[in-house]
């Protein structure tokens, strides 16, 4: 297992959510973190919680050259973790407009392709490449077209890349429903009555908090013989 001390990390989508817990958590081991958001607040609202030597930069993962002068920038470093994405769309597809369906991969999937794209040329032979997908991919219910469909896509890229992009270890991590504010979308009230009714009927009785799916991030990052796969954490989703 790889010791993080002193290692770079770079996570896009750092700021908030599952990227900042898997931040603090890196930070805690001893590794330089490098955050990358849209927005310079956000990331420096991250940067007093890490509390530990990080930096951060702001820029639209969606943007090719903004992606490859970030990456020119920072230079080497040794794990890339891509945890970016907008607010969670549940719509059946009669309800969903093509647009909207193809800006839904703009983050999830393309600002993806682009951060591995401008980053494996800076990345050490030892380092690796964790994405993120979800359970959707194996548990769709009515609504997650979408949902669905991008984690399917990631989950395939990733598997791609682990060939293409050896000795260099690209893996994925596919949480359950996780409280953090992609959920943001659905009225309060909503959300924790969605929180309540998913989490009983789990064999761990809740759903995830974004610690719980940082420390897979961070297992991955340490986990030197493991690559091209598939990390599902969802507290038993699959099972019922």
């Not at 992606?67 to 719509?91: C, Q, R």
């Not at 989490?199 to 995830?208: C, D, E, F, T």
């Amino acid at each position: 297992m790889e010791n993080l001390k002193g290692k770079k990390v770079v996570i896009i989508g750092g700021s908030s959510g599952i990227g900042l817990a898997t931040a603090k958590l890196a930070a805690s081991k001893g590794a330089q973190i490098i955050i990358i958001s849209s927005k310079q607040q956000r990331i420096d609202n991250a940067l007093q919680e890490i509390k530990s030597e990080s930096i951060g930069y702001a820029i639209d993962v969606t943007d090719g050259l903004q992606v490859k002068k970030l990456f020119e920038k920072i230079g080497s470093f040794d794990h890339l973790i891509f945890t970016a994405g907008e607010n969670l769309i549940l719509a059946n597809v009669e309800d969903t407009s093509l647009e909207d369906a193809r800006n839904y991969f703009n983050i999830r999937y393309w600002g993806a392709f682009a951060a591995v794209k401008y980053a494996t040329p800076f990345i050490n032979s030892k380092g690796s490449i964790v994405l993120t997908s979800g359970i959707a991919s194996n548990r769709p219910n009515k609504g997650w077209g979408l949902g669905a469909s991008i984690c399917a896509a990631m989950e395939g890229f990733t598997r791609a890349m682990a060939m293409e992009l050896a000795p260099i270890r690209v893996n994925i991590v596919s949480p359950g429903v996780v409280k953090t504010a992609l959920w943001n979308g659905i009225s309060e009230s909503d959300r924790e009555n969605m929180y309540a009714n998913i989490g009983s009927n789990l064999p761990v009785k809740r759903v995830g908090e974004a610690e719980d799916i940082a420390k897979t991030f961070l297992y991955l990052l340490e986990q030197e013989y493991g690559t091209g796969q598939t990390l599902i954490i969802d507290g038993g989703t699959s099972l019922v």
